[in-house]
């Protein structure tokens, strides 16, 4: 009833495809789901109407009660929505920390003319920013790459950067889009760890994309599986798992 | 190939990997000199800007005005096409304004500084206005647009006759008030100072912080900014409102200096110029506009000692040259050969 998420029969074409076809799903604070399905299923398609990148042809999409279809993107994010990015996000002329920083654009203080003015809040707010993403980089274990490049840092690094990016906002909603992509094994186990301690300690919600199934089993609480834009099964993981539409959708059907 | 022979050639000054030019060419950041010598050299420079106009002839005063106009049309500019990532080539005309705000007002008896506030407001409001429009449009487009800005200021001044005289121009009084015991270089000089110090010191503020990042997040990845809760279409009016009331004051300034303006000052090469000033500095960032300005300023006299037309051409094998082996212009040499310098002076912030 009070989700901080509800999808609601979200419909969304390019042309003539279908990309989305009436899903509905729901998220509650500080629970974390996982959207998985082939490819092509919708996922992120979903996950742009979400974020405000796509605007839905019908049906709704509520953040905290208020309705995200037809709000400008720049505002989604103050509604408390953090994102990463299936290709990385990343501003490569920067540092990995003026990066995170950039995190904090809407919770920080400065406008023109306060920071015209050199304001005391102004400073204040930098300063303590700059604590924060420092705090937050040593969380991620990113803290030794903080003055580096991001054009130099490997895949992996920058996925955890963007992670860190995506905190600094302090989201009630993480959209999470395909993290373990171009990661190695123990780096995916690490990952999975880290989104379950964010969601714990944070208390923050995290909807996740992910084909990696062994990620999705272990982190999630529940799994949607979208398939041909619709959610075609819901529920607890292993369960899921063993959905024969699932399987099917996976591993398609004996004709 | 061409790489390997030129690393050759050039002995590699320190052991890179790759040749001379992807040194010269690599991405580096901001020196930060230790606060010592940060405050003796903000001491020293503050002091010498002081007194250059009371023990120097005036057209020496005249030139060192000029490098400080320049710079701080550059500091604006900059702030628009190297941290905004929007490209103006019509700047000209915002000085243009800001310099006509100085003549027009001066003539209705306004005084100086007055007349200055005006310059800076009115680019600052034709700024806004012709950028709500403009900047739905990007790169080449925006680009496109301003130049026709700049093309056709001249002929705009030469229509809006009754305003502007015309082509017989707009003579003005560039004196000080009585009670001010300054000459007329001396105290435009103090003026300029006083514009370019405060243009700087703001203008280092909006680059760095909340707002910079925000800029550089505009240029580098709209879709991005957008996500991280940055206003992109609000960030491209107010910049290019910004940089269009630094233009105009340095208009204004470049008025009172010259006591003169007339539609021929404002034309393209001048917007040109504009441009090759802060790719010269170096893009994207606040010093940069200082040492684009020194050599707006002082390269054309030289290069007009061998021929009138060797400014432009020189202009061109500059910006070529600049695109190529140097894309974060001066700045960058300057990081590039002082950076292990200043890493190792005692005293450095954050060490």
Redesign the interface.
């Known amino acids: 009833m009070d989700a901080l998420l509800a999808v609601s029969e979200v419909r969304l074409s390019f042309g003539g495809l279908q990309a989305l076809d009436g899903p509905s799903l729901q998220v509650r604070d500080g629970e974390v789901v996982g959207l998985i399905g082939p490819n092509g299923a919708g996922k992120t398609s979903l996950f742009n109407c979400i974020g405000g990148l796509y605007r839905p042809q019908s049906g709704s999409i509520r953040i905290a009660g208020r309705e995200v279809a037809g709000l400008p993107r720049h505002r989604i994010a103050a509604l408390g929505v953090g994102r990463t990015f299936q290709n990385i996000g990343l501003l490569a002329s920067q540092t990995v920390l003026a990066n995170v920083l950039a995190g904090a654009h809407h919770v920080a203080a400065g406008g023109w003319w306060a920071t015209a003015l050199g304001l005391p809040s102004v400073a204040r707010s930098e300063r303590d920013h700059r604590e924060r993403a420092m705090a937050l980089l040593a969380e991620l274990d990113l803290a030794d790459v903080a003055g580096r490049m991001v054009g130099t840092l490997p895949f992996g690094t920058l996925k955890r950067v963007e992670l860190a990016r995506a905190l600094m906002g302090e989201p009630r909603l993480l959209l999470v889009d395909e993290p373990a992509n171009g990661l190695v094994h123990g780096e995916v186990l690490e990952l999975g760890a880290t989104l379950r301690r964010l969601a714990t300690e944070r208390g923050a919600a995290i909807l996740l994309v992910e084909h990696h199934m062994g990620l999705v089993t272990s982190v999630c609480d529940r799994v949607v599986v979208l398939d041909f834009g619709r959610v075609i099964a819901e529920g607890e993981p292993h369960e899921v798992a063993r959905d024969p539409r699932v399987v099917a959708a996976y591993l398609g059907t004996a004709a | 190939m061409t790489a390997t022979s030129t690393r050759r050639r050039t002995g590699s000054p320190r052991p890179s990997r790759g040749s001379a030019v992807e040194w010269l060419r690599r ?1 580096r ?1 901001p020196l930060a000199p230790p606060r010592w010598l940060t405050i003796a050299g903000i001491a020293v420079g503050a002091a010498a800007l002081a007194v250059v106009p009371l023990v120097n002839p005036s057209y020496i005063n005249l030139t060192v005005t000029l490098v400080m106009i320049w710079t701080l049309v550059g500091l604006g500019l900059n702030l628009l096409v190297g941290f905004g990532g929007q490209v103006s080539l019509g700047h000209s005309a915002f000085f243009a304004i800001g310099a006509y705000a100085v003549a027009v007002g001066g003539e209705a008896g306004i005084p100086h500084p007055a007349t200055l506030a005006i310059a800076a407001a009115l680019p600052f409001l034709v700024g806004y206005v012709l950028g709500l429009p403009a900047l739905r449009l990007h790169g080449l487009q925006l680009g496109l647009v301003t130049l026709a800005m700049a093309m056709a200021t001249p002929a705009a001044i030469r229509a809006l006759e009754p305003l502007t005289h015309g082509s017989r121009g707009i003579a003005i009084d560039g004196d000080p008030p009585a009670w001010i015991p300054l000459a007329h270089d001396q105290w435009v000089y103090y003026l300029a100072l006083a514009a370019a110090t405060i243009g700087y ?2 203008t280092r ?2 680059a760095r ?3 910079g ?2 800029f ?2 505009v240029r ?2 709209e ?10 279409w609000r960030t491209k009016t ?1 910049l290019f409102a ?1 940089s269009a009331a630094y233009a105009g004051v340095a208009g204004g300034l470049y008025a009172m200096l010259l006591e003169f303006v007339g539609p021929e000052n404002f034309n393209l090469t001048l917007s040109i110029s504009f441009v090759t000033l802060i790719v010269v500095g170096g893009l994207a960032t606040v010093p940069g506009a200082v040492l684009g300005a020194l050599f707006v300023q002082y390269v054309p006299t030289l290069t007009s000692s061998i021929s009138p037309a060797a400014t432009g051409a020189a202009y061109g094998a500059v910006l070529i040259a600049f695109a190529f082996f140097l894309p974060y212009g001066l700045v960058g040499l300057v990081r590039a050969a002082l950076g292990r310098l200043v890493a190792r002076l005692p005293g450095r912030r954050g060490t």
């Open positions: 991405p950041p010191v703001v503020r909006l912080g909340r707002l990042r925000s550089v997040a580098d990845a879709i991005v900014a957008e996500t991280l809760g940055v206003d992109v107010r910004a």
